[in-house]
């Protein structure tokens, strides 16, 4: 495992627990199954706009949120909005999904799925309790109603659907514990993912114990990416993760996060009302350069050159190459870019 998330933060002092959960399942089968390639993979849509809730407890607001021209709308059910921890439940099925896609195979609406895979695979308990709460967790989701005009796989869509279709339990233990699920995405998480609208997760973001840290690690994989930096203000990042704390309060939980530094992937600081994330690998400081500048829009363009790459990590190994071979001077960086993913995906198709 890469432990550039699991060292900082440990020593916590006054006796209170870590701020990282503890890897209950250092040889988690999900990693090495029989799909292959299952990295954690979440959808870029709900990693932009604040559609799970970061309450533990039964949430049973209407959220509304709108953002540029974007607009969404949440309904829960009576068994409350469905909550970011159930969404590992939907970034374990995007994850087989894109696997099979990686492997050339085909990849249905329907998943199945075994509930101990699941578990083991999102650092859950594999206990009764952990049963129990995963099953919640299902009638969360195909509970919660949304209403959006967000754009997914090139097409922009007013409508209403459940983050999940419907759930089956196929087959259950003596003792009613659930072996087999069947799980059917929306219409739209679906074309989000046949569209590869992804990007790859820390393992260590399932280790992250408070819903307000999972919902910035998803902020800041989503506009830092490989950047060296990215800058955000105490208020839109309050706006973009949907809490609904004062943001006096907000600004003091952030100051938590910035203390422990156990956010995978990135560093976190506060510099007056603005929110500053740092990539841990920091390239730029290790070759003392100016990472060459590109077009924010060439990400879209990546995706279909290389279909099935993180097109952020073909940037970091851009960047590598280009500071391994000298940093030379670029008459277009996006063009060159686009060639390099090119050749990447023609030496080894993914997808």
Wanted: aromatic share 8%; hydrophobic share 35%.
């Amino acid at each position: 495992m890469d432990h550039h998330a699991a060292q900082p933060g440990q020593g916590a002092q006054g006796g209170h627990r870590p701020p990282l959960l503890p890897d209950r399942h250092p040889t988690a089968d999900f990693f090495i199954c029989d799909v292959l390639d299952a990295i954690p993979k979440d959808d870029m849509a709900s990693m932009e706009h604040p559609i799970f809730s970061l309450s533990t407890r039964p949430d049973r607001r209407i959220l509304t949120y709108q953002h540029n021209e974007t607009t969404v709308e949440i309904t829960p059910s009576v068994k409350g909005l469905a909550t970011i921890h159930d969404k590992d439940v939907m970034i374990y099925c995007i994850s087989q999904l894109i696997a099979k896609l990686n492997a050339g195979e085909d990849a249905s609406q329907t998943v199945h799925l075994r509930a101990h895979d699941l578990l083991v695979a999102t650092n859950r308990e594999t206990s009764g309790d952990g049963y129990r709460r995963l099953r919640e967790a299902f009638e969360r989701l195909s509970g919660t109603r949304i209403v959006t005009n967000i754009e997914t796989g090139g097409i922009e869509t007013t409508s209403g659907f459940g983050l999940i279709d419907k759930w089956e339990i196929q087959r259950k233990t003596r003792d009613g514990r659930m072996i087999s699920v069947s799980v059917t995405l929306s219409d739209w998480m679906y074309r989000a993912v046949m569209a590869k609208s992804v990007l790859t997760l820390h393992r260590d973001y399932f280790r992250l114990r408070k819903p307000l840290e999972r919902r910035v690690y998803e902020i800041a994989r989503k506009h830092c990416g490989a950047q060296s930096e990215w800058k955000i203000s105490l208020e839109l990042l309050l706006k973009k993760c949907g809490s609904n704390s004062p943001k006096r309060v907000f600004k003091q939980m952030i100051k938590v996060l910035v203390e422990h530094d156990h956010l995978p992937d990135y560093t976190v600081r506060i510099d007056g009302d603005m929110v500053i994330f740092e990539n841990r690998e920091r390239l730029t400081e290790k070759a003392g350069v100016t990472l060459p500048r590109l077009d924010p829009d060439i990400m879209n363009d990546v995706r279909i050159v290389a279909p099935g790459y993180d097109p952020y990590y073909l940037e970091s190994q851009w960047h590598e190459m280009w500071i391994d071979s000298g940093c030379p001077k670029l008459h277009d960086p996006n063009a060159a870019f686009l060639a390099f993913c090119r050749r990447r995906a023609e030496k080894k198709p993914m997808g």
